[in-house]
């Protein structure tokens, strides 16, 4: 499995990666099962976030003897600073970990303020003082906090919807993030099951050689090219 560079993390992330929202529909241990045959072929990053129900007990069960192994990265909605760090000491708990290689705050419509001694930003530096997460950075669905995201310089990742379906506003939002050294993760790869050629999906993502794109996964689905 081909991996790069996430940003100005240094993360070393497999191409094709692990988007773990929707583990939530399945049992323990098909997610297990279903985690640990991507892991097998390959598939080193998973992505989950506090609010997705059991996705991290589900990540902890699976990987807990192979910690360091895989890149995790989870995120929270707490708009304070008690709050991050209450949600990032639960995902640690969940996920059997001491650590969470890359925090994010999940889809804020306001960019959460550096300047607040007592807002988000601050809980995550302080989780980060404590070795609690290595990096930060943020999800969005609106393209101008996105791109606000980006000319601020406070993350070292974004997370968005792209696929084949996107336009050029999503393009220049790819390429602002790499002249920023910023990672950026492709949610919605498949446009939510609106696309069901993985095939040409995979193609598409593999023009785009800065992006990660982390494929919701719920069940096994073959193909000639990996597991989707």
């Known amino acids: 499995m081909d991996k790069i560079r996430l940003g100005r993390t240094e993360l070393m992330v497999s191409k094709t990666s692990f988007g773990a929202l929707p583990i939530q529909r399945i049992s323990k241990q098909a997610a297990v099962d279903l985690m640990r045959l991507a892991f097998d072929n390959g598939v080193n990053y998973y992505d989950t976030a506090n609010a997705y129900s059991d996705s991290e007990e589900k990540i902890g069960e699976a990987f807990h003897s192979v910690r360091d ?18 949600h990032i000491e ?12 890359l925090f994010q705050f999940h889809n ?64 220049d939002l790819i390429a602002k993030c790499k002249e920023a050294d910023m990672g950026f993760i492709a949610m ?32 096994k689905r073959k193909w000639s090219n990996g597991w989707l």
């Open 69 to 86: 192994q895989i890149v995790i990265s989870t995120k929270s909605m707490a708009k304070t600073k008690e709050g991050v760090l209450e």
């Open 108 to 171: 804020p419509a306001i960019l959460p303020n550096p300047e607040d001694p007592d807002g988000a930003y601050a809980g995550a530096v302080e989780a980060q003082k404590r070795g609690y997460i290595r990096h930060i950075g943020i999800t969005n669905h609106r393209l101008d906090v996105a791109f606000k995201a980006v000319e601020s310089g406070d993350f070292a990742t974004m997370q968005f919807p792209f696929s084949y379906l996107s336009g050029q506003g999503e393009v």
């Open 90 to 101: 639960k995902s640690l708990r969940s996920m059997r970990t001491d650590y969470v290689d």
């Open 188 to 219: 919605k790869g498949l446009a939510g099951g609106l696309l069901t050629n993985s095939r040409a999906c995979y193609v598409f993502m593999q023009q785009h050689p800065t992006v990660v794109p982390i494929w919701g996964c719920n069940g």
